[in-house]
C-alpha cells in the first residue's frame, strides 16, 4: 500500500548509515519489521513465555516474515513456533 508520510531527516540519515539501506523505504520498512518483532517478543513475554536471549528473535522473525523454516535445538525458539507460527526443523 502506498502511503506518504513526512519523516525526519536526520533520523533517516542516521538509519541509513546505521544499515545497509539503499533507499529511504528500506530503511523504513527494516524499522518497522524491528518494531513489529519487539512488540511479538514483549507478547509473548506478557504471556509468561521466554526467550533467554533476544538474539534469537531476528532470525526467527526473518523466517516466519518469509516463510522459512528454521534449523535449531535451542529450547528459545519452541515459543516462537507455538505462538507465532514460526516453522522449525529441529536438529
Request: glycine letters at 6%.
Amino acid at each position: 500500500m502506498r502511503t506518504n508520510i513526512i519523516l525526519d531527516d536526520d533520523l533517516v540519515a542516521q538509519a541509513m548509515k546505521a544499515g545497509p539501506f539503499k533507499t529511504r523505504k528500506e530503511a523504513v520498512a527494516a524499522g518497522l519489521r524491528l518494531f513489529a518483532r519487539q512488540a511479538a517478543y514483549r507478547a509473548l513475554r506478557a504471556q509468561g513465555l521466554t526467550i533467554d536471549s533476544p538474539v534469537d528473535v531476528p532470525p526467527a522473525g526473518f523466517c516466519i516474515e518469509h516463510g522459512h523454516a528454521l534449523l535449531h535445538s535451542e529450547r528459545d525458539f519452541d515459543a516462537l513456533e507455538a505462538e507465532r507460527g514460526l516453522p522449525v526443523w529441529r536438529h
